[in-house]
């Protein structure tokens, strides 16, 4: 089956440590994206990824860091910076960065920090 | 920065009744798409709409895209249990070089009550 994967799916973890997030996707999709969503927000932006080796900040990037080093995977590492790291994170892949495509998104992680 | 909000919040209807959720960007947009989240789950697309004006229909569902390409509708007629979920729509800003960049609205939540 295509698709995106996340794990875990739950996670907690104590205030002060970093952790990471996985993301993988066997749809041979160039762009993958990380969101946040908190209870009655939207889901904001916070990296993207057009291509292999190279990624943007979205508009919440503090405090997380990101790699693309392989086309199908695309950690999200949270960092002990980020002040309120306690939400849903979900990733999302589509099929080309040179126009606006549907994006498919993964499972998603939950993460509580204590 | 590109701003979309959506309304209302929330949306509590009986079963049969219509439901419609607007969007309106503080920009103008290159397209439109529309996302469900289904409790417990994570968005899924619906649609995309691209041209001025644009109407597009999914049997229960239609999709408007405004004139100026700044705000759209999602209206479901005679709404069933089924439909519960909350449903997002997403910009992608004209011009630009962020491609595949979307900014979502809060979303609107919907109940059907039976």
């Known amino acids: 089956d295509g698709g995106i994967t996340q794990s875990p799916k739950y996670l907690f973890r104590k205030e002060g440590q970093n952790v990471t997030l996985s993301c993988e996707q066997n749809l041979n999709h160039d762009a993958m994206y990380w969101y946040r969503q908190d209870p009655g927000q939207g889901l904001r932006l916070i990296y993207y990824?057009?291509?292999?080796?190279?990624?943007q900040k979205g508009d919440i990037a503090e405090g997380y860091s990101v790699s693309r080093e392989k086309k199908e995977s695309f950690p999200l590492t949270v960092t002990s910076a980020q002040k309120n790291p306690t939400a849903f994170y979900l990733c999302?892949?589509?099929?080309?960065?040179?126009?606006?495509?549907?994006?498919?998104f993964g499972p998603g992680t939950r993460l509580t920090v204590l | 920065g590109q701003q979309v909000m959506q309304i209302p919040q929330y949306q509590h209807v009986q079963e049969g009744e219509d439901f419609t959720t607007y969007c309106n960007s503080s920009t103008t947009l290159s397209n439109i798409q529309w996302y469900k989240q289904r409790p417990g789950g994570h968005p899924v697309f619906l649609i995309q709409?691209?041209?001025?004006?644009e109407v597009k229909k999914q049997k229960r569902l239609t999709f408007q895209f405004g004139e100026a390409k700044k705000n759209s509708s999602l209206h479901i007629t005679a709404t069933q249990t089924t439909d519960v979920g909350t449903y997002f729509c997403a910009g992608a800003n004209a011009g630009g070089t962020s491609y595949g960049k979307l900014t979502f609205g809060q979303g609107t939540i919907l109940t059907v009550h039976p």
């Open positions: 999302a892949s589509s099929i080309s960065s040179g126009r606006v495509n549907e994006q498919f």
């Open positions: 990824s057009q291509i292999v080796n190279d990624f």
């Open positions: 709409l691209v041209k001025s004006g």
